[in-house]
């Protein structure tokens, strides 16, 4: 009940992409620059963007170009809020969302020193320690946590057993854990230790088209855009809190199950101790999220805290095209028209979770596609050993589509 006199604050929801890279990482499109950045992300409905990389010298350098208002930066209606990725002394990367210049400023000092590329990577290497790190961001009054956590080779879990061995004593401080394209919150709600933290899913995105920007998105209650509202967001503070996680299906990840790197054989974690590590075929068995959560989780079944928002599985919405119509890749023509024409008048956002179906400008089979991933309809042979997985339409879908066609994988940069 409201009573007299007392301040009703009114939400919106907005969408957050909050992990992206520039074109000063290594690996990225040319085309991640700000403009291009700036004209997806509303086609997407990506109403705030991580900067990434913005302790890159040259990048940082394009930012401060943009107008800024309230900590965050904008060009052409998208907003952007500075955010970075650090890899630590283990190789284990870190997610570091900024307030401000100055702040961005004073991390750059703190790592400077420790570290050989940070003018010339945007995601640079940091000769320090989780802790170390932790207290250069908190001591700024900014945000870390852990980037896709559960990555066998670079997340967190991949090199400590747990947060407080990672951030040491400043674990309480740590408010927020990227799931990352490998895990949901399924997967991270059996581990008891993480049921008070905000699970974030952001794109990491190396292009800025709409099959990689915003591929995983937060959905946010927020009561306007400035940096203070993200960071409310996060925090879950005074009613504000994500109201969704969409990504993918974590089983499409191509070290979700245990496998052979060199064969792709599927083993039992129990199998990879019984045989030292090492495939009958002589290859190395790499040990699956799925079996690392085994390991990690203190509960046999996901148990979700009242604050967690629903998990939406969903691929984009050009791949979802390509599926439905048996086309290899998302880039042909005929994938690309039916992508514009859907899009039309909405972003790919109310497309994908929102629209009436029956009021989409598409071909029957398209909009079937669309519902069958709505309900979760759709068949996944899981990924392992390096080899990504495979998603695919029910049977009943594709009689008339060219099923046996190798689909390009979702996780391509």
Not at 59 to 74: C, H, I, S, T
Request: glycine share 8%.
């Amino acid at each position: 009940m409201v009573y007299p006199g007392d301040v009703v604050i009114k939400m919106m929801k907005a969408n957050l992409d909050l992990h992206i890279h520039s074109k000063y990482s290594t690996a990225t499109s040319e085309r991640m620059d700000l403009p291009t950045i700036a004209k997806e992300a509303p086609k997407k409905g990506i109403n705030v963007v991580g900067t990434g990389d913005c302790l890159h010298p040259m990048w940082m350098a394009e930012v401060k170009r943009l107008r800024e208002e309230d900590g965050l930066f904008f060009l052409d209606g998208t907003a952007f809020v500075l955010t970075t990725e650090v890899e630590d002394l283990k190789r284990a990367h870190h997610l570091i969302i900024i307030s401000n210049i100055s702040k961005a400023q004073e991390l750059r000092d703190a790592f400077f020193k420790n570290s050989n590329d940070l003018d010339t990577n945007g995601r640079p290497t940091l000769k320090m320690s989780p802790p170390e790190i932790a207290d250069a961001v908190l001591d700024a009054e900014c945000l870390i946590g852990p980037a896709h956590a559960f990555t066998p080779w670079t997340g967190m879990y991949a090199h400590y057993p747990s947060l407080k061995d990672c951030y040491g004593d400043r674990v309480s401080e740590i408010h927020y854990l990227e799931l990352g394209l490998s895990a949901d919150s399924d997967y991270a709600d059996r581990i008891s230790e993480l049921s008070e933290k905000t699970f974030l899913t952001n794109s990491d995105a190396h292009s800025p088209w709409s099959n990689k920007l915003g591929r995983e998105f937060n959905q946010m209650e927020m009561e306007g855009l400035s940096f203070e509202e993200v960071k409310k967001a996060i925090l879950r503070d005074n009613g504000r809190g994500p109201s969704l996680n969409v990504g993918f299906y974590p089983d499409e990840g191509k070290y979700n199950r245990t496998a052979c790197t060199r064969c792709y054989k599927h083993y039992s974690p129990e199998d990879l101790t019984k045989m030292g590590g090492r495939c009958e075929c002589g290859g190395l068995i790499k040990l699956g999220v799925k079996g690392r959560v085994d390991v990690l989780a203190d509960h046999t079944e996901p148990v979700h805290p009242s604050h967690r928002p629903p998990y939406i599985h969903l691929i984009p919405l050009a791949e979802i095209i390509a599926m439905s119509l048996g086309h290899k890749s998302v880039y042909t023509t005929g994938v690309q028209k039916r992508w514009s024409e859907l899009v039309k008048g909405k972003s790919e956002i109310e497309v994908l979770l929102d629209a009436d179906i029956s009021e989409l400008n598409a071909e029957y089979k398209i909009l079937q596609a669309i519902q069958a991933f709505r309900s979760g309809d759709v068949i996944i042979k899981p990924g392992g050993g390096g080899k990504y997985g495979e998603i695919k339409l029910p049977e009943y879908l594709t009689h008339d589509a060219s099923k046996n066609k190798k689909q390009q994988t979702l996780f391509d940069f």
